[in-house]
Structures are given as structure tokens and as C-alpha cells.
């Protein structure tokens, strides 16, 4: 497996008392966790590189959202910046990014992350992490945004998504379906 350096956690969570995330392991918690951000409108951001293993977690659930129920989807692939035009005049309450992170958890593991608890700018497994991305849409677009980390197994080229990591794109899309059982006119748009 190619070495992925881990996404710097704030450890000030600890010392103010709010708890770190354990990991999300079934859709239904994964949907009581989106819902409680209750938002009416959303915009999620797939990014990865499906050349690169599990990387392609991202791609693989907006192919998945390709229903896209009420919300705006998109698959950025390498390029997310190329959608902050796209959210910004689409005006989300919500944006959610679903991004591959090595966060030194169990292969599979999901978290939904603030994006303020990942210090520094990165990295994903690709490049600069979703932070960069994010604050350039919150200088456009007031909204809130969180980052949908997937732990990947193995990120090298040539290689598919692992078990645990299908499994893992399997629970977000389940999620998204509690939320929002309704088909909508959406569909998922691509870089």
C-alpha cells in the first residue's frame, strides 16, 4: 500500500470535553448524523481518483447517487475546485464532502468531520485535503459544510475499491436514501 499520511486531528477536543469521532458503521447512524444537521438543501461533493484503489470512493458514491434524490450531486474527481462556481450559484445550505482521508482508523471506517477539526490544509489521499476546497465555497457561499472521511485500505494505482471501502460507499448511499426516499429532478454532475 502506498503510504498515505495521516489528516492532523485537533486534539482540543479532548481537552474541551467534546468527543472525537468513533467511526460511523451502520447507514442508519450515518442518516440520524446528516439529519441532525437539518438542512434544506444539499450539495455533495464526491471527490477521488478511481485510477488509484480506493481513492475512487468518492466517484463511486455520486455514480451511486445517480437517482440524486433531493440533493445536488457531484462527481469532481480530481478537481473539485473546478464546482465552487457551481455551488455558489446553486446556494446549498449544505455542502458535504465525500472524500477518502487516512484518519488512522479501521479500513472502511466513516466519519463525518467538521472541517475546522482537520488542522493544517491536508492531505487527502490525492492532494491538498477538502479544507482548501471548502473554504474557497464558504468565501463565495455562507453555508455550513462537513467532510464524509472514508479510511481507505490501499490506495495504488490500477487497483479497485477493497472490501471495507465498498462496503463503506454502500452505507453512505444507504444514508442518503433514509434521508430522502423521494426520487428528485438532480442528477449528479461531472468535471
Not at 492532523?8 to 446528516?34: F, K, M, N, V, Y
Not at 445550505?93 to 472524500?99: A, E, I, K, S, T
Not at 493544517?120 to 464558504?138: I, K, N, Y
Request: charged share 20%; net charge negative; aromatic share 4%.
Amino acid at each position: 500500500m502506498t503510504p498515505v499520511q495521516p489528516v492532523q486531528r485537533d486534539t482540543s477536543a479532548e481537552q474541551t470535553g467534546r468527543q472525537a469521532p468513533a467511526g460511523i458503521w451502520t447507514a442508519e447512524h450515518l442518516a440520524q448524523r446528516l439529519g441532525e444537521i437539518n438542512c434544506s438543501s444539499t450539495a455533495i461533493i464526491c471527490i477521488g481518483n478511481e485510477l488509484r484503489g480506493d481513492d475512487g470512493a468518492g466517484p463511486a458514491v455520486a455514480r451511486a447517487l445517480l437517482h440524486a434524490r433531493r440533493w445536488y450531486v457531484y462527481d469532481a474527481g480530481l478537481a473539485p475546485e473546478s464546482f465552487v462556481m457551481k455551488i455558489a450559484t446553486t446556494k446549498p445550505d449544505l455542502v458535504v464532502v465525500v472524500d477518502t482521508l487516512d484518519f488512522g482508523a479501521e479500513a472502511g471506517a466513516v466519519e463525518l468531520i467538521e472541517p475546522e477539526d482537520l488542522r493544517g490544509g491536508g492531505p487527502s489521499t490525492h492532494g491538498p485535503a477538502p479544507t482548501v476546497f471548502l473554504q474557497a465555497v464558504r468565501m463565495l457561499h455562507r453555508c455550513h459544510c462537513v467532510v464524509l472521511g472514508i479510511q481507505p485500505e490501499r490506495t495504488e494505482f490500477g487497483r479497485g475499491l477493497s472490501t471495507p471501502v465498498s462496503a463503506a460507499v454502500q452505507r453512505i448511499v444507504e444514508a442518503f436514501d433514509i434521508l430522502a426516499p423521494e426520487p428528485h429532478s438532480r442528477g449528479p454532475t461531472t468535471a
